[in-house]
């Protein structure tokens, strides 16, 4: 018999270009009527709150701008963001950036109304909120967090630390193609690559894998798959743009509920120590950790390479070959660093690495193979 699973996504999803001209309408249907709007400068520089703002100002809605956001914001960027969030007395809270900017406004909607200590809540399940009415809109095609419960905090040197709680999934997740289409190639293909990463381990994932999320990754991967390379050659096709959004909230339906594992773990030490965005992170380590996941995943990886490298034929192993292959492949024909020291990482930065990987207990559970601290090394070594 099945075992019984539990699966949790976002409340309503919008999915259409130029969605974000409909974001007052939404809040104010959850009955808001000053909201804290998260983001970053890059994202104001580019104009594209300009469309949301508006709305907001249609539908009498105040509006307090927060843009103090960086790349895997530190706890102090979160924490400064509640404080202004509670002197402007808002009663919702939005997000229009990418995936640190949701996970700033995913806390600072939970810290605001529940009261409750950051320090207290990193972990599984121990945020309780309640929080306030929360809407995301990723600029992005990458994280997905727009539909995970999940919120990631760089609380020091080389580490980072998750609050994963089912309050912290938003009432609406908006995806607009708009958002994304002045965004450069190599931040295109990072993010998709990330969002490719998101749904195979959701897909191989040994503690909570299910059928749900196993369609969702399936059909985010043959959406991912079938438009990356279209989106970085012709970055303003909005069809494109549009199904890769639809293909990164999939994988982040899969993996809110059969979580990442190896991949992440080995990428986290990589981007809080040298300040690598995440999706190139996941993808300088990628086909090293299918390969060393091989033994175990290989029917896995099998069936996602049918997906993916349709044309292969052979067994498992070949397919599996086929499947680590095209992501190499994929990220030198995209442009993208394809080894550790093309972004600064030399061979006596690999113990630490290493060692701070091990620290990521939550993910590294999930992951198919059991990962000791010298094959950490060894995978990192590989990679150099």
């Not at 599984?124 to 994280?143: E, F, H, I, Q, S």
């Not at 931040?187 to 998101?198: E, L, R």
């Amino acid at each position: 018999m099945e075992k019984g699973f539990t699966f949790q996504t976002t409340k309503s999803v919008l999915a259409e270009p130029a969605a974000s001209a409909r974001v007052g309408e939404l809040m104010k249907g959850l009955g808001c009527r000053s909201v804290f709007l998260v983001s970053d400068i890059g994202i104001v520089k580019a104009g594209l709150l300009e469309s949301a703002l508006e709305s907001l100002g249609n539908n009498d809605i105040k509006v307090a701008l927060f843009t103090d956001v960086v790349a895997d914001p530190p706890a102090h960027v979160v924490l400064a963001a509640v404080d202004a969030a509670k002197a402007a007395r808002v009663d919702g809270v939005v997000s229009i950036g990418g995936g640190s900017s949701m996970d700033v406004a995913k806390l600072v909607a939970l810290l605001v109304a529940s009261h409750e200590r950051l320090d207290d809540i990193y972990g599984v399940g121990n945020a309780k909120g309640p929080r306030l009415p929360l809407l995301l809109a990723p600029t992005t095609a990458g994280t997905g967090s727009e539909v995970t419960p999940i919120s990631i905090v760089t609380t020091g040197e080389g580490e980072k630390k998750g609050v994963v709680s089912p309050v912290l999934l938003p009432d609406w997740a908006v995806l607009d193609a708009d958002l994304t289409l002045g965004l450069p190639k190599a931040t295109t293909a990072a993010t998709g690559i990330d969002a490719m990463v998101h749904a195979i381990e959701a897909y191989t994932s040994k503690r909570l894998k299910n059928r749900v999320s196993d369609c969702l990754a399936r059909e985010a991967l043959a959406l991912l798959a079938g438009n990356i390379r279209e989106v970085c050659r012709n970055g303003g096709n909005r069809q494109a743009r549009q199904a890769m959004l639809l293909g990164s909230m999939l994988a982040g339906m899969a993996f809110a509920n059969a979580p990442v594992a190896a991949v992440h773990a080995l990428a986290y030490p990589v981007g809080a120590r040298f300040h690598v965005a995440h999706g190139l992170s996941n993808s300088l380590v990628l086909p090293e950790v299918l390969r060393f996941n091989a033994p175990v995943a290989r029917p896995l990886h099998a069936e996602l390479a049918s997906i993916i490298v349709p044309d292969q034929s052979g067994d498992a192993a070949d397919r599996t070959a086929a499947l680590v292959s095209y992501f190499s492949t994929l990220a030198t024909d995209l442009g993208l660093p394809t080894r550790l020291r093309d972004v600064g990482i030399k061979q006596e930065h690999v113990g630490q690495l290493a060692e701070d990987a091990m620290k990521q207990t939550r993910l590294l559970v999930n992951n198919p193979r059991e990962v000791t601290l010298r094959d950490a090394s060894e995978i990192y070594g590989a990679v150099l």
